[in-house]
């Protein structure tokens, strides 16, 4: 690959989808053998709108199967996003966008946080969705985040 064609694709990576920091889990059933199944929270930053910061909460399968990495987590999760910091948007901010993206299952399913951008209320809304590749998943949650001065910027 010719070092001008290497560029664009560390840059496409480095801005793609963000990744999370695990923050903690929580056990709500303990099982005999295997991982207990859980609930955990993951928290990320919106890698295009610096001063954004969402925490997603997701059930975790546990037993053999989660253990294994072999289960289907099921599509329950929640999403707040807060504005942590000076939020400075980009000149040409895209109506939609992928922000984050984790899988859920081996195959065909994952967790989704898309951004929207509702000009007429100065308003970033986040969307968690559940996909999934065959019958998808109609689960979803939403958290918004008016842009405002942040102190004396």
């Known amino acids: 690959m010719k070092p001008s064609h290497t560029l664009p694709l560390v840059l ?4 793609g989808p ?9 056990t709500t059933e303990w099982k005999l053998i295997g991982a207990n199944h859980r609930v955990c929270v993951e928290s ?14 997701q059930a975790r399968t546990g037993g053999v199967s ?3 990495g072999l289960a289907q987590d099921p599509s329950q999760f929640s999403l707040a996003c807060r504005q942590t910091g ?6 040409k901010l ?14 065909f399913k994952e967790t989704r946080v898309m951004r929207l951008w509702d000009e007429a209320n100065r ?13 998808g998943a109609p689960a979803n949650s939403i958290s918004t985040v008016p842009v405002m ?3 004396n910027r």
């Open 66 to 68: 989660g253990s294994l």
């Open 123 to 135: 308003t970033l809304v986040y969307l968690a969705i559940s996909r999934k590749l065959i019958d």
């Open 44 to 57: 990320f930053t919106d890698p295009k709108i610096p001063g954004v910061t969402c925490h997603v909460s």
């Open 18 to 26: 963000a990744l999370a920091e695990k923050v903690g889990c929580v």
């Open 94 to 107: 895209p109506k939609e966008a992928t922000v984050f993206t984790e899988d859920t299952s081996v195959l």
């Open 86 to 91: 000076p939020i400075a948007l980009p000149e």
């Open 12 to 15: 496409a990576i480095l801005t």
């Open 149 to 151: 001065p942040w102190g």
